[in-house]
């Protein structure tokens, strides 16, 4: 039997998807909801030759990871429900989904235009299929630029109007 309300997230690695986890903890705690995170799969072209069982290890560990990031683990005061699906990220969270007492929550951005081309939005195939309420987490000022650091090496720029500090030199030994 399915839980009366369910919180469910997905995530996929990205700040955008941290973002919406944190949103998506403090949801279920106010609702007394079990939390179910996501991680969807699919082999890429160049995992042919990859068994499916290592790929979806490395979805398991997606979650982890993310709960370790944000929380520093799993937290202890909520039902936790984590689930790997070996699909597209919009049908799997949909699919998750079991009732309209349910609250799906996704990050906005945190891909490319060329994934978003490829494999369409995931927050736009959410909000089109969900038989529930869709939160769409969007990246804060700080998370896009993280992003963009993360995916093209770049350094993260500098706020206007603030210059890179000075390496102090070292305090001179007394003695």
Do not use: K
Request: proline share 8%.
């Amino acid at each position: 039997m399915a839980d009366p309300t369910r919180v469910i997230v997905g995530l996929n690695g990205s700040l955008s998807s941290l973002a919406a986890l944190y949103r998506a903890v403090g949801e279920a705690a106010r609702r007394g909801a079990a939390l179910v995170p996501v991680a969807a799969w699919t082999p890429a072209d160049g995992d042919g030759l990859r068994p499916l069982s290592e790929l979806e290890h490395a979805a398991r560990r997606r979650l982890d990871t993310a709960f370790e990031q944000t929380f520093g683990g799993y937290p202890a005061d909520l039902v936790i429900r984590p689930l790997v699906v070996r699909g597209d990220a919009g049908p799997a969270l949909v699919a998750a989904v079991t009732g309209p007492d349910d609250l799906l929550v996704v990050g906005t951005g945190g891909h490319g235009r060329l994934d978003r081309l490829l494999h369409g939005s995931v927050t736009r195939h959410c909000r089109g299929h969900a038989a529930c309420r869709v939160v769409a987490v969007p990246p804060s000022e700080l998370l896009e630029r993280l992003e963009f650091t993360a995916r093209s090496g770049a350094p993260l720029p500098l706020a206007a109007g603030h210059r890179p500090a000075r390496t102090a030199a070292p305090a001179a030994a007394t003695g």
